[in-house]
């Protein structure tokens, strides 16, 4: 064969490669245009970008662009990639400043999908997708909740109240229903136990106390906080309150059952031994014991030595948990903006307490 023959049969097979591609890649347009007349520039942009992942040329997917009715260059879609990369690529860095921002700060606990719900609240327009890419880029993990220890020992010497909640820990409002439960923290100078009350409408915690001694003055102390917390803010309790806990001897007292009474609020208890019976007060220390106890907890300002310790960062945690932190029950939002929202819309504003300015 003369080199004039070779030449031909080497520019057919290229023509005929060509038409192969050309075939290809006019297949795939017409299944990724499909019922489009005039594409828009993502599209086309997209539909490059998918081509040439599979391995052809920009100019040979462009060539055919063209012959299908489409205005596009390989100069063009590379000026589009450009313009979008450094606008997609200046909205991660803003992002991604966000997110490293939140290191040793309580939002850096959040997980993947907490974290992209406070970005959105932020302002960024983020999907989970792209939170769970940058976080894993920047090597940012989320807080895992540890497993809870009993603390309330039950006592089989008084009656019980039964229980009105039947695992249902929800409310139409608050001060409707109240969980309560307490846990112990370990200092170098012994155990110290903290009592919590639960608002079952908004997660509020509306009462707490702390005490080197759990006894029955811990609990209901807390509770006076609760109702002082209500009166304080103007949404005093009103009789009919259903205060829940588990069977612990402290809640069981005599004592404590007087102070129910006496404030009209109707007492409720669940079964021993079973967490779900107090299941949101058990998930709130679960909460508590991982965000404001563990050595690495940003609420720490280094041992927890006494009581004093931990004190303070039990009240910072609060302070943000009530305030600050999202809470998926109540659609990623605050305790405290989910009760505004509620006040809000009341038709029939809640009276002024005597003696509160």
Known sequence: MSTTESEQVRALKRENRELRESLEIVKAASVFFAGELDPREALIRGFIDEQRFLGWAVEVICKVLRGQGLTVTARTYRSWKVSTASVRDMAEASVMDALLGTVGTPEGMYGRRKMTAWLR??????????????MSLLSLKGRVRGKGVRTTVPDRN???APDLLDRCFTA??????????????????????VAFIIDCFSKYIVGWNISTIKDTALVSTALRMGLWQRTRTRHPVAEGLIHHSAAGSQYTSLHFGETLTLE???????????AYDNALAESTI???????????????????KTIDEVEWASLAWIDWYNNDRLHTSIGDIPPTEHEVAYYAKETIPAQPVQGLA
């Open 158 to 160: 008084h009656d019980r």
């Open 172 to 193: 139409a409002g608050p001060n409707q229903r109240w969980v309560a439960d307490f846990t112990y923290v370990r200092t170098w100078a012994g155990f110290v136990y």
């Open 264 to 274: 009209g609020i109707a007492a409720s208890i669940g079964s021993v031994g079973d």
């Open 286 to 304: 679960g909460l508590f014991k991982t965000e404001a106890v563990r050595e690495d907890s940003p609420f720490r300002n280094g041992p927890l």
């Open 121 to 134: 609240r932020k302002g960024f327009e983020v999907s989970y997708r792209q939170v769970n890419r940058l």
